[in-house]
C-alpha cells in the first residue's frame, strides 16, 4: 500500500456521462497530480493542486475539471465523456519538493463505451 | 509534444545479464530527473533519481547515468532477476517547479 487511494479501481459508463474520481493522498502530502495514461501513451500531465489550490495545469480536456479540499482528498470530474477518455487515470501526492518524486495510487481504469 | 522520450517500447533480456533502458529529453530546463517501475494493476514506484549536478546515480543493482549535452539518460540494471520484469518510465522536472513530465515507458522482460 503506497498510501494514496483511488476509488473506485474500475468504471464503466458510456459516452456523454458524468464521473468522478477520487483519490486520497499519503498523509502528510500537500500536494495532488492528476495523470492520464491511455493506450500506449505515457503519463501524461493532466493537473496539479496544493493546498486546496490549483498549482500546474497540462492536457487537460475542458470537459474535466478537479479540485482539491480541506482534508486534501481530490476529486477529478470527466464530463461529456467519450470513448477516447477510456484509460488509466492516476492520482500521486508528494511533499514540499522534489527529491522524492511522487507517490502514486493504484489507479482508476475508466472505459466508456 | 512528448519532452521526454523512450524510443524502445520494450526490451529483453536474459537472467543475470545488464538490462539498459534509455530515456531522452528535450526541454533543457530539466534538472531532475527520475526512475519508475510499474507492475500490471499498481501504480508506478519510485526507483532511483538524479539530478543535473550529477552524471551518475547508484544504488544496489540499479544505476543511473545522466548526459546532459545529449539530453539523455539511461538505466543499468546488472544483473538483471525475473523480478525486475516490469514497465520503466523515466521523468524529468525542470528547475522552475515540481511537476514532472514522463515518457511512455519500456516493457522489460527477464527471461529465467
Known amino acids: 500500500d503506497s498510501g494514496v487511494t483511488q476509488t473506485p479501481k474500475h468504471l464503466i459508463t458510456a459516452t456523454g456521462q458524468r464521473v468522478t474520481l477520487r483519490c486520497s493522498p499519503r498523509?502528510?502530502?500537500?500536494?495532488v497530480y492528476w495523470y492520464q495514461q491511455s493506450l500506449d501513451q505515457g503519463l501524461q500531465f493532466l493537473i496539479q493542486y496544493y493546498n486546496g489550490e490549483e498549482r500546474a495545469k497540462g492536457n487537460i480536456l475542458e470537459r474535466f475539471s478537479a479540485q482539491q479540499f480541506p482534508d486534501l482528498h481530490s476529486e477529478l470530474n470527466l464530463s461529456s465523456l467519450e470513448l477516447g477518455d477510456s484509460a488509466l487515470y492516476f492520482c500521486?501526492?508528494?511533499?514540499?519538493?522534489?527529491?522524492?518524486?511522487?507517490?502514486f495510487g493504484s489507479g482508476t481504469r475508466l472505459t466508456v463505451v | 509534444d512528448q519532452q521526454v522520450k523512450q524510443n524502445s517500447p520494450s526490451l529483453s533480456v536474459q537472467e543475470g545479464r545488464i538490462s539498459i533502458l534509455n530515456c531522452d529529453y528535450t526541454?533543457?530546463?530539466?534538472?531532475?530527473f527520475l526512475w519508475y517501475k510499474k507492475y500490471p494493476a499498481e501504480g508506478p514506484t519510485f526507483l532511483i533519481s538524479i539530478s543535473s549536478i550529477k552524471d551518475k546515480n547508484e544504488d544496489g543493482r540499479f544505476t543511473v547515468f545522466l548526459n546532459k549535452s545529449a539530453k539523455h539518460l539511461s538505466l543499468h540494471i546488472v544483473p538483471s532477476q525475473p523480478g525486475d520484469s516490469a514497465v520503466y518510465f523515466c521523468a524529468a522536472s525542470p528547475y522552475t517547479g515540481n511537476q514532472f513530465y514522463f515518457g511512455t515507458g519500456t516493457s522489460l522482460t527477464v527471461i529465467p
Open positions: 526541454n533543457s530546463m530539466f534538472d531532475y
Open positions: 500521486a501526492s508528494s511533499a514540499m519538493g522534489r527529491n522524492y518524486g511522487y507517490t
Open positions: 498523509s502528510g502530502d500537500l500536494s
